[in-house]
């Protein structure tokens, strides 16, 4: 009986022993082959849209390269910024500083003179006019839409600059002013070239630049994904 009885035990020893044995390790490197096959493959499949977009933009409708000056205005182009900068000297003592951004709002156009039909938006692009003389501190910036072929002046304000008001009243919204002096305003604006023609060149210039910003942006990505 009890010779009967080692035979069994033995065998559970044994079977409970080869339980507690490392198990093999090609299931593991296995998944992890798959895992870096799956991964490479999706990286790939991003590189090949990646490379498939940037063929597409540049031979559909290439960029241009920036323009360095217009109408007197030294243009800092501003790569992988989402504005430009522009500056001229006007008259003995001034100097003029445009920061323009790229498209940041639209407006609905109106065709056929139905008003419940937009079949059309306008882009806009913000314009901060800051114009200095001489040593003086004081700045007077002029905060402008640039639509299309036009230019709206939204808000004047003095101030220091360091770009802080230096005293709380800022100035009535500018629709408010008195028409005669809105309209001296513009014609500040226009003597200086700040004007519809600029908007003009300005829409022209961002929706190029607005291509080549995308174009960077993907040829980022895509050095990125192939770095090793």
């Known amino acids: 009986m009890a010779r009967r009885l080692v035979r ?7 079977r409970v022993l080869l339980q507690q ?7 593991n490197l296995t998944r992890n082959y798959i895992s ?4 490479e ?9 990646l490379r498939y977009e940037i063929r597409y933009e540049l031979e559909r409708t290439p960029p241009s390269q920036p323009i360095a000056e217009f109408d007197s205005f030294i243009i800092d ?21 445009v920061e323009v951004t790229m498209f940041d709002a639209s407006v609905p156009v109106k065709k056929g003179g139905d008003i419940s039909a937009a079949d059309d938006v306008q882009l806009h692009i913000t ?11 004081d700045v007077l910036e002029i905060v ?9 002046i939204r808000k004047v304000y003095m101030r ?7 005293e709380p009243y800022v100035g009535p919204a500018f629709k408010e002013l008195d028409d005669g002096l809105q309209n001296s305003l513009y014609d500040f604006l226009e003597t200086r070239g700040i004007n519809d023609g600029l908007c003009v060149f300005l829409h022209q210039y961002m929706k190029n630049k607005d291509k080549l910003e995308f174009i960077r942006w993907m040829e980022k990505a895509k050095l990125f994904i192939e770095r090793k």
């Open 21 to 27: 044995q490392p198990q093999p390790v090609i299931f």
């Open 8 to 14: 069994p035990l033995g065998g559970i020893a044994k």
């Open 41 to 49: 493959a999706f990286e790939e499949n991003i590189l090949r849209l």
């Open 160 to 166: 220091g600059q360091k770009g802080i008001v230096d």
């Open 144 to 152: 402008c839409s640039a639509w299309p072929n036009s230019i709206e």
């Open 36 to 39: 870096e096959m799956r991964k």
């Open 77 to 97: 182009e501003r790569p992988g910024e989402q504005w430009i900068k522009l500056n001229k000297k006007f008259g003995e003592n001034e100097e003029i500083k």
């Open 127 to 137: 314009m901060i006019v800051n114009v200095l003389k001489g040593e003086s501190n």
